[in-house]
C-alpha cells in the first residue's frame, strides 16, 4: 500500500500519474480531431462527387430549370437533415447519426449541383481550392491558439442571423450592391466560425471523453465545420465565380 504520508512518494506518484493522463489524453484528443476532420472531409467529397454526377447527367437541369415539386424537395432536404440530426442526436445512437450524416452529404450533393448550372467549371474549382486552403489555415489557427474564442460565438451568431435576414430580403429587392455586401460579410462570417468551431471541437473532447457520446459528439462536430467550408465556398463562389459560357 502506497505512503500516501510520504510527500516525496505522494508527489512523485501525482507526477507520474499526470504524465501518463497526459500522454493518454493528447493521443485521444488527436485520434478525436482526426475522426471529425476524416468524417468533414469525406462528407465534402462525397457532396462534390454526387453534385457533378448529378449535374452531368442532365438530371439536375430536368429538375431545377423544369420545376416540380421535386425541385423544392431536394432544396431543402439538407435542412431536414441537420434539424434532425441536431434535436434527435441524444436518442440516437452512433451508428444511426453517422448514417442521417452520410445521407446529409447526399442531399447537400444533389443540392448543390446547381452551381453546375450557373458557373463555369473552372470557376467552381478554383473557389473550392481557396477555400479549402483558407479552411486549413483557420481550422489550424483555432486549433493551436491559445486565445479563448468563445467570446466570438454570440457575436458570430447575431451575424448569422443578420445574414440570413438580409439574403431574404435580397430574394425579393434583387440588389447588387446588397449581393456583394451580403456574399463579403458571407466570407469573414464563415472564416470565424471554422476557427470557433475548430476551438469548441477541441475543448469539447474533454467533457464527452471516453463515454459514450464521443462518436456522437464528433459526427456533430463534422457537421458544424462541414457548413462552415460549404457556405465560405459558395460566398467565394458568389464573389469571384464566372458564370457558364
Do not use: C, H
Amino acid at each position: 500500500m502506497a505512503n500516501w504520508s510520504d510527500p516525496q512518494m505522494s508527489g512523485a506518484t501525482f507526477a507520474s500519474g499526470a504524465g501518463v493522463r497526459s500522454a493518454a489524453y493528447d493521443a485521444g484528443l488527436r485520434s478525436y480531431m482526426l475522426s471529425v476532420y476524416n468524417y468533414m472531409t469525406s462528407a465534402v467529397l462525397l457532396s462534390g462527387i454526387v453534385a457533378l454526377g448529378f449535374a452531368l447527367s442532365g438530371a439536375a437541369a430536368q429538375v431545377f430549370l423544369g420545376g416540380g415539386i421535386l425541385k423544392w424537395i431536394i432544396t431543402f432536404a439538407p435542412l431536414g437533415f441537420v434539424f434532425g440530426m441536431s434535436f434527435g442526436q441524444g436518442r440516437m445512437s452512433t451508428g444511426t447519426l453517422q448514417a442521417m450524416f452520410w445521407g446529409f452529404a447526399i442531399a447537400m450533393g444533389l443540392s448543390l449541383s446547381t452551381i453546375f448550372l450557373v458557373y463555369s467549371q473552372v470557376s467552381i474549382a478554383q473557389a473550392f481550392f481557396a477555400t479549402a486552403a483558407a479552411f486549413a489555415g483557420l481550422s489550424l489557427y483555432g486549433y493551436t491558439t491559445k486565445r479563448d474564442l468563445s467570446a466570438m460565438g454570440t457575436f458570430l451568431l447575431m451575424g448569422l442571423i443578420g445574414l440570413i435576414v438580409a439574403s431574404l430580403i435580397n430574394l425579393f429587392m434583387q440588389s447588387g450592391p446588397l449581393a456583394l455586401v451580403i456574399s463579403l460579410v458571407g466570407v469573414l462570417l464563415f472564416a470565424g466560425l471554422t476557427a470557433y468551431d475548430t476551438q469548441r471541437t477541441k475543448s469539447m473532447y474533454a467533457a464527452v471523453a471516453g463515454t459514450d457520446m464521443e462518436g456522437r459528439v464528433a459526427i456533430m462536430s463534422a457537421l458544424n465545420l462541414y457548413l462552415d467550408f460549404i457556405n465560405m465556398f459558395l460566398f467565394i463562389l458568389r464573389l469571384f465565380g464566372s458564370s457558364r459560357n
